[in-house]
C-alpha cells in the first residue's frame, strides 16, 4: 500500500482526543460543566490580557487551545502497558519521562504518551498519564496473588485494535477507513463498565491495602480516570467552580501563582461515586469513587538548572509546612509558597538570561528587513536586542511527581494514605513498556536547537 494512502498519527490522535471527549462528557455529566467554564475564563484572559493573547498567537499555542486535553488511566500488567505502547504509537504518541508516585503513597509509577516534535504537538497536544500498578507492592501475598490472577483473566483491548494495531505497524500506518475504526475500536479499551470483575468482599479486601488498588484490578479495563482541559487562569476557575456546582481541592498542585507561569498548576473536583455490580450482585448495589474531574494551567518548561531550583523551593516550603497540604493548612501552604518562589525570577528575559527556562525563537519582520545589511547583528543577544529575533517560552509538556501524587491522594481520600519502603525501579517499568522512556529535558533542549538553526538559516548566518 502507498503510504500517501495513510493518515497522519497525528490527525489520528486529533480525532481520538475529540472521540474520547465526548465519550468522557456523556458518562461524566460535570465534565460539560467543567468544559463550559475553562472556555469563559480562557475567553476573558483572552481579551483583558493581550499580552497573552499575543504570546499565545507568536508561539502557535492559541489554536491548540481549545484541543488541549490530558488523559489519565492506570494498568495492571507488563502485558497492558506494553500494548498501549503500541496503541499510542500508532497516534504518534511515545512515552516521556519516568514518574514514581510511591514516595508519596501511592503504588505505581508512571509515563506521559504524548507526541514530542511541537509541529505535531501544533496538531494534537493529546497526552495521557499512564500510570502501572506494582503488585510488588501488596504486602498481602494472597491478595497479591488474587490480584494477578484476575488481571491476567482480563483482556482490556477488542480483537480488532489488537488487529488495527499489528496492521498500522507492519504497514506503516493506516488509511482513513481504518483510521476511524482504530479510533472507535480503540476508545473500547477507556470506557466505563458498571460491571465489577470481582465480588462485593474481593472488592473491600482490595480497597483496604489501597483504592487505587481496587480501581486497577476491580475492573474490565482502564476506564479514563481524567479528561484535563488546559485554562489560562487556574486560580480563577478555582474560585468560580462552586459557583458551577464544583467542589475544587483546597490547594492548587505545582507553583505559586506568577506573572510568568512556569511548569504546571493542577487542580480537581472530588471523585464521583458510581454504581457498581459485583460478580455476586444481580444489579449494581455497590459503589466506586476513583474518577473525577481535572484542570491544569501551563505555563514555561525549566532547564535542568530551573528545574533544581523550583525543586529547592517546593521542598523548602513543604518542610516548612511539615504536613501535606489539605484544606486545614491550605491558606498557610500559599503563604509559604509565595515567599519561597520570590527567589524565582517572574519575568521571562531574566528566566532566559540566567539559563532556568527553555525558549523557542522566531525570526521578526525586522529581522528578514535586516539579512543583507553589513552592519547587521548576528550574535543571539544582539539579535534580541535589536528586535531582530523573538523569543517566546516553550510550554510545558510534561507532569511533575508531587503535583500527581497529590491529585490522586486528594481524590482517593486521606484514608488512603500509605508508605512505601520500595525504591524507584524505572529498569523494570521499561522492561514492562518494551523500550526505554524518552527525556523530556532532551526534548525541549532540542525544541530549542532547532529553532535556533532555523533562525540562523532564514538569517543566512552560520549558527546562533
Not at 75 to 94: I, K, P
Not at 191 to 201: E, F, G, K, N, P
Request: glycine content about 6%; charged content about 20%.
Amino acid at each position: 500500500m502507498s503510504h500517501q494512502h495513510f493518515v497522519s498519527p497525528d490527525l489520528i490522535r486529533q480525532g481520538f482526543s475529540r472521540a474520547m471527549s465526548d465519550m468522557y462528557r456523556e458518562e461524566v455529566p460535570l465534565y460539560g460543566a467543567l468544559m463550559a467554564l475553562v472556555t469563559q475564563v480562557n475567553a476573558q484572559v483572552l481579551e483583558q490580557q493581550p499580552a497573552i493573547a499575543r504570546h499565545l498567537q507568536h508561539s502557535g499555542e492559541l489554536q491548540r487551545l481549545d484541543l488541549e486535553r490530558h488523559g489519565a488511566i492506570r494498568v495492571g500488567s507488563a502485558a497492558e502497558l506494553a500494548t498501549l505502547a503500541r496503541l499510542f504509537a500508532v497516534m504518534g504518541m511515545q512515552p516521556v519521562g519516568y514518574y514514581d508516585l510511591t514516595p508519596a503513597g501511592v503504588p505505581v509509577h508512571s509515563t506521559a504518551f504524548r507526541a514530542v516534535h511541537e509541529e505535531a504537538l501544533h496538531v494534537s497536544p493529546f497526552r495521557v498519564f499512564t500510570s502501572l500498578l506494582r503488585l510488588e507492592l501488596i504486602d498481602n501475598l494472597e491478595l497479591r496473588r488474587f490480584a494477578e490472577q484476575v488481571l491476567a483473566q482480563r483482556s482490556i483491548f477488542t480483537p480488532k485494535v489488537l488487529e488495527l494495531i499489528e496492521q498500522a505497524h507492519a504497514q506503516g500506518g493506516l488509511d482513513e477507513h481504518d483510521a476511524q475504526r482504530f479510533i472507535q475500536e480503540a476508545l473500547e479499551t477507556f470506557r466505563w463498565h458498571h460491571h465489577a470483575t470481582v465480588t462485593a468482599a474481593q472488592y473491600a479486601s482490595l480497597s483496604a491495602q489501597h483504592r487505587l488498588i481496587a480501581d486497577v484490578v476491580a475492573f474490565k479495563g482502564p476506564h479514563i480516570n481524567h479528561l484535563t482541559p488546559r485554562t489560562l487562569d487556574i486560580d480563577e476557575v478555582q474560585r468560580l467552580m462552586p459557583e458551577h456546582g464544583i467542589t475544587p481541592k483546597a490547594v492548587i498542585e505545582g507553583p505559586p501563582r506568577r506573572a510568568c507561569p512556569i511548569l504546571l498548576r493542577q487542580t480537581s473536583f472530588k471523585a464521583l461515586e458510581e454504581r457498581v455490580a459485583f460478580t455476586d450482585q444481580d444489579l449494581p448495589q455497590g459503589s466506586h469513587s476513583a474518577r473525577f474531574g481535572e484542570i491544569e494551567q501551563r505555563g514555561a518548561a525549566l532547564t535542568p538548572k530551573g528545574r533544581a531550583l523550583y525543586d529547592r523551593l517546593l521542598n523548602a516550603a513543604r518542610d516548612a509546612l511539615g504536613d501535606f497540604p489539605s484544606e486545614s493548612n491550605a491558606q498557610r501552604y500559599n503563604q509559604l509558597m509565595q515567599a519561597h518562589f520570590d527567589e524565582f525570577p517572574d519575568n521571562h528575559d531574566a528566566m532566559r538570561e540566567q539559563g532556568l527556562a527553555y525558549f523557542r525563537y522566531f525570526v521578526s519582520d525586522a529581522g528578514l528587513a535586516a539579512r543583507h545589511q553589513p552592519q547587521r547583528p548576528t550574535t543571539l543577544s544582539a539579535l534580541l536586542a535589536a528586535g531582530h529575533l523573538r523569543a517566546e517560552p516553550l510550554v510545558y509538556e510534561d507532569f511533575l511527581p508531587v503535583s500527581a501524587a497529590g491529585i490522586f491522594q486528594s481524590n482517593l481520600g486521606d484514608d488512603s494514605q500509605s508508605h512505601y519502603a520500595a525504591h524507584s525501579n524505572r529498569q523494570a517499568f521499561e522492561t514492562a513498556l518494551g523500550r526505554a522512556t524518552l527525556d523530556e529535558l532532551q526534548l525541549y533542549a532540542q525544541t530549542q536547537q532547532r529553532s535556533l538553526e532555523q533562525c540562523a538559516d532564514s538569517l543566512g548566518l552560520p549558527a546562533l
